[in-house]
Every structure is written in C-alpha cells, then in structure tokens.
C-alpha cells in the first residue's frame, strides 16, 4: 500500500488564532463565509469562562464601537468544541475572556453532516469501511495545544504525532485499501476535539508503486486500467479462463546469485491471475501461477504450478484448501509462507527456436468444488509444428463456489495494516526461475500478449504495461517495445521504460487466432498426465470414468452383434 502525503481537501474553510495573552474583556475573532448546508465549527482553549458572540460580518463594527447590535449567538462557554448551524453568510465569531489569561480560538465553515465532536481521554478509536481503494482525508480540531499535550494519531498501521502550534490541524492523506480500516487517536491529556473523515475512491495507479533503480518482471501486464495521457480509465474483467502466448526467437539468460534450487542459466514465463472465490460463505482470494522453467544453457524447459492464500497476507495453504497432484510446500523467504507446488514433468523437456507456446489456466464449477485446470501447448518448437493442449495440473477447491479471475483497478488483494495487499492484475512476464531470483538477460526476443475467454470466445485483454508488481522473480536488462508489433508487444533487452503502455483496437491479431484455432475451450479434448501426491485421486476419478466408458461401448456393440445374429438365423 502507498501512504500519500498530499494537499488537504478543501473539506473546511476559516481561520484560527494562535495563542495569546489577552486582558480582561479582550477578545479574539475569526471571520467566516459558509455556503448553504453549512455549519460553523468554533473551539477555544481557555482556563476560565468565555463569552461566545457571533454576529453578521456587516454588524461587527458597531459590536466593536458599543452600539446595539443583533447577536446570532451569544453563550458563556468554557473550552470545548462549538457547532453552529446558521443559513449562508458572512460571520464573525467573536471570544471574550471575562479574566486575564492565554487563550487560542479557530472557526471553520463545514458541510452539515461531516465531522463530529469527540472526547478523547487516553485512546479514541473510530472505524472506517471503504468499499473501494480510496483516497482517506483526515482533520483533526481541538480545543488543546498540540505543543504542550502531543497527541499521537495511527491509521491502519501508520503512526504519527500532532505537534502543531496552536488547536487546529489538518492531518494527512493516506490511500488505503478496501476492508475495514480503524483510527486511533491517544491524547495524553483529556480534550474535546471535531473530526473530519472524507474518503473519494481511486483508481489504482500501477505506474504508484513503481520505484525507478528496481527490477521488475517484464512483459505484458494487465492492470485492468488505461493511461490515458495520465487518466485513468478503468475496465475491469472476471473472466474463467486466461491465455498467454509468447513466441520467442532467441533466449540467453544468467542467474548470478545462485540458490540451490535454481540453473545458472535460469530463467521462468509466467503467467499470473488472482481468482476469487468463497468457500462456507466467506470470500477467499488465491494467486494462481502458470510457469515455465527454462534452462537456457541447456535449452531444456519444465511446467511448474503454484498457487498462494491471498486472502490476507500472511495467509498459508492448507491440506483441506486444495486436492490436486501437488504438495503443499514452506517459503523461508516469505516469512515461511506455505503454498501449493506441482512440477512436470519428472525428466525435462527440451526445447529449440523458434519456441511458440500457449500457456492456459481455466476454472470450472464442479458439484465437489471449483476445478482449476493448469495447462500449456507448445505450437512450434524449432522445426515441430503444434502439439496437443495438455492439462497437466487439476487442482480441486472443495467447496468453492462463485469462483472467478479478476483484473480490477479498484481494489488490492486484501491486506492488513500497513501490510500490502496484491494487485489483481494480469500477468505474463519473464524472470528469474524461482525463489525470488533475479535473471539478467544477455538474450531475448519474444513476441508476447495475454487474452481472456469472454462467452467461450478468445479476446485480448485491451491494454498492457510493461512490468508486473506481484511476482518476486525479476528481470534484469530487459524491456518491452509497444509499438509495431499489432496486438502484442516484443520482449527483447535493454531499459526498461514504464511509462510506455500497450493499448489494441479490440481485434485478435493472427498469432491470438492461431490459438484461437489450435484449440478451443469448448472442443479441445483435454490430456490427463500421470504424476504423484494428492492428485492421484483425482487421476484415478478419470481413469475409471474413461473404463466405465470403454466397457459400455463394448457392451453396445456385443449387444448390436447378438441382435444381427439372431435376425440371420431367423431368415
């Protein structure tokens, strides 16, 4: 999450005194302008009794000089928070000491309805639900000197200190993401205070938590969101099955912090989604990864499926979660994190260019559960032509239902704090092979998009960036140049630029159409490989639906061969 530190909102408008010695019978004032549907909010900070006068502006000379004069208000106070709701105008708000002391007054112009008089004594807590990423205004108006009682604030794990001079100040802007938020106020000292909590939606801005000097995974990713010369236009698309195509030509790359676990020639394509889903009626999120694993020195390839708990950010996998071939699997450097791991197959493949592949995650709705199929086609390899989709991961969430992929600007995966959530973005990039790494690329030259099934037909997503922000592998001397490439984008090497962004026409280019053609969601029959862990139940599932099959077909033809006999014999 990105704390923003900004102008205030125009959410007040009026002055306020610092404080002063005043004698008996002197007075501080403040003028105010309010519109309609407005108040007057006035404190003072006073050590005895006050007189509190307000009058039209257009009165207050002849107040001054003794003359009878209409007084609107006209009240002994003490220190405290005052709300006057008068019809729009021009005003002064006049405080009157009756002894000899240090005083300090504010007034402000608010809408009827914003704010509250609150009374803090130790700690305040005031819940905010947002059901957008928004953009949180806070103002805080007391009737204490900040300098002489500090006053601590925290909002969503962000913690500051009210310092000011005088008792009015306007605190901060911070974005925050949907969900239940709360903010706490600790004053040393009791006091009254007015607070105001303003939020206004906002789109997210990918381009926000981008910080220049780092490395990111690089490719096509979609945000769900236009830049449009700076406008953000959102378009956000749940969808129940995803594809991401690269076509590479050249590849070359070096892993030079080697882990244990990884190639030194390391190098991953993946394609990332988050998907949505409740389970005994609470909302879940989990992070699906589609990779392929590359060897570039060995020019050898493999399938990993990972899917990650999004649902909060320190959330794990568990046993009951997930039914498929994998295993569950700790992350020591993800605050040991436990996911979901498969990889296939059990001796690598091997690969030449030009290398064309699909990669392909679906979700279906089953009685048990929602199934989440991963899967890949590898349309050239060298010489080779097309090979057959293969499904070679089923994952069943038992109990899941109102499943779905999400790419949406107007909300992070859900968080806690100050704890960031995920992007629901859609992502097909490279990078390092696993773990975090970081793979600098001498080599690569890859025409690259991303599509989404929308009613059984294959589209493109509208628009892509060219880094993605929630996988851990990053790419290291890599770009993607977005012009001249149709409705894709071509991954090759050198700097890489953010701002530079991909925006189609809406119709699928002849690479998306050879996919398109190659297989369909709807007709591609689908290829069970064998592998080892949870999985094999559902393997088992499918082999003795395809032997009950087999034996109907030949029960029918037995059946069919009996019949023509006896019609035969009878002739």
Same mark, same amino acid.
């Not at 050898?300 to 997930?322: D, G, H, K, L, Q």
């Not at 119709?507 to 969601?521: E, F, K, L, P, W």
């Given at each position: 999450m990105k704390l923003l530190l900004a102008a205030l909102f125009v959410l007040v408008v009026g002055t306020a005194n610092a404080y002063q010695y005043l004698t008996a019978g002197g007075f501080l004032y403040n003028n105010i302008t309010i519109g309609n549907n407005m108040s007057i909010v006035s404190g003072i900070d006073s050590g005895g009794p006050v007189q509190m006068i307000i009058l039209k502006s257009s009165s207050f000379k002849r107040w001054f000089y003794g003359y009878p004069t209409q007084l609107l208000v006209n009240e002994t106070v003490g220190s405290g928070i005052y709300v006057k709701n008068l019809s729009s105008g021009s005003y002064v708000v006049i405080f009157s000491v009756k002894y000899p002391e240090n005083v300090s007054s504010f007034s402000f112009g608010v809408h009827r309805g914003l704010g509250k008089i609150i009374t803090v004594s130790g700690t305040y807590r005031y819940p905010v639900y947002l059901g957008n990423y928004s953009l949180v205004n806070v103002s805080l108006l007391t009737d204490k000197n900040f300098r002489r009682f500090p006053i601590s604030i925290n909002f969503s794990g962000q913690l500051g200190f009210l310092n000011g001079d005088g008792n009015y100040d306007s605190m901060y802007n911070i974005s925050l993401n949907r969900g239940e938020h709360y903010f706490t106020i600790y004053s040393t000292t009791p006091t009254e205070a007015f607070l105001i909590v303003k939020s206004q939606n906002q789109t997210i801005d990918p381009l926000g938590g981008f910080f220049s000097g780092q490395n990111y995974p690089v490719g096509v990713v979609s945000y769900g969101v236009f830049n449009k010369s700076g406008a953000l236009e959102p378009y956000p698309i749940s969808t129940d099955g995803i594809v991401g195509n690269a076509n590479i030509s050249d590849i070359s790359a070096r892993d030079f912090n080697l882990s244990d676990n990884n190639s030194a020639f390391g190098a991953s394509l993946q394609l990332n989604i988050e998907m949505n889903t409740k389970v005994g009626g609470k909302s879940q999120v989990f992070w699906m990864q589609n990779v392929v694993d590359f060897n570039t020195s060995q020019k050898?390839? *493999?399938?990993?499926?990972?899917?990650?708990?999004?649902? *909060?950010?320190?959330?794990?996998?568990?046993?009951?979660?997930?039914v498929g071939k994998g295993n569950l699997t700790v992350c020591g450097e993800c605050g040991n994190q436990t996911f979901y791991a498969y990889s296939y197959p059990e001796y690598l493949f091997n690969y030449s260019l030009p290398f064309n592949i699909k990669l392909v995650m679906l979700e279906n709705q089953t009685a048990n559960g929602t199934l989440a199929s991963f899967g890949y086609q590898v349309l050239e390899n060298g010489s080779s032509g097309a090979g057959p989709l293969v499904f070679y991961d089923r994952v069943l969430f038992p109990g899941a239902v109102n499943s779905t992929f999400l790419v949406t600007p107007f909300y992070f995966t859900p968080s806690i704090g100050n704890l960031s959530g995920n992007y629901y973005d859609a992502e097909l990039v490279f990078g390092g092979e696993s773990g975090g790494a970081q793979s600098y690329f001498s080599r690569l030259a890859a025409t690259a998009w991303i599509y989404y099934y %929308?009613?059984?037909?294959? @589209?493109?997503? $509208?628009?892509? *960036?060219?880094?993605? +922000?929630?996988?851990?592998?990053?790419?290291?001397?890599?770009?993607?140049?977005?012009?001249?490439?149709?409705?894709?984008?071509?991954?090759?090497?050198?700097?890489?630029? $953010?701002? +530079?962004?991909?925006?189609?026409?809406?119709?699928?280019?002849?690479?998306? %159409?050879?996919?398109?053609?190659?297989?369909? @969601? +709807?007709? %591609?029959?689908?290829?069970t490989v064998q592998g080892a862990g949870q999985g094999a139940l559902l393997d088992r599932i499918s082999q003795m639906s395809a032997l009950v099959n087999y034996i109907a077909v030949v029960l029918i033809l037995l059946a069919l061969i009996m019949l023509f006999r006896m019609i035969i014999r009878r002739r």
């Open positions: 050898s390839y *493999y399938f990993v499926s990972n899917i990650w708990n999004n649902t *909060y950010p320190t959330a794990s996998m568990e046993n009951r979660t997930v %929308q009613n059984g037909t294959l @589209v493109p997503f $509208p628009s892509a *960036y060219t880094f993605g +922000e929630d996988t851990a592998e990053t790419a290291a001397n890599l770009r993607t140049v977005t012009s001249g490439y149709g409705n894709g984008g071509f991954i090759t090497t050198g700097r890489l630029d $953010p701002n +530079e962004q991909i925006v189609v026409d809406g119709r699928i280019n002849s690479t998306a %159409q050879n996919i398109q053609n190659a297989s369909s @969601v +709807e007709s %591609q029959p689908t290829t």
